[in-house]
């Protein structure tokens, strides 16, 4: 059976420059039918504006799930971002 809707999750936590690159490589993909679930584990203000430019470039359709910085809790942003999309 395929999938109805592709959701591609990408962890980050204050790291703006690779997340950079990795959102450039997927606006670059031939296939452009998926969502792009960012997991953030309570990144600063300048991961947020480089998600809202690439919002505003209206090339990825991206889910941004945020969490405030208490230490390391990588999984519990990921379980909250999984679980709150429609994505299959």
Same mark, same amino acid.
């Given at each position: 059976?395929?999938?109805?809707?592709?959701?591609?999750?990408? @962890? @980050?936590?204050?790291?703006?420059?690779? $997340?950079?690159?990795? $959102? @450039? #490589?997927?606006?670059?993909?031939?296939f452009k039918d998926f969502r792009v679930i960012i997991a !953030?584990? #309570?990144?600063?203000d300048e991961t947020r504006a480089l998600i809202d430019t +690439?919002?505003?470039? !209206?090339? $990825?359709?991206? !889910?941004? +799930?945020?969490?405030? !910085?208490? #230490? +390391?809790?990588? &999984?519990?942003?990921?379980?909250? *971002?999984?679980?709150? @999309? *429609? &994505?299959?």
């Open positions: 059976m395929d999938p109805q809707s592709i959701g591609v999750v990408i @962890t @980050t936590y204050n790291s703006s420059v690779w $997340l950079e690159k990795v $959102l @450039t #490589g997927y606006e670059n993909q031939s !953030d584990d #309570g990144s600063n +690439f919002r505003v470039r !209206d090339i $990825l359709k991206i !889910d941004h +799930f945020w969490q405030e !910085d208490e #230490g +390391f809790r990588k &999984c519990q942003i990921l379980n909250k *971002a999984i679980a709150e @999309t *429609a &994505c299959d």
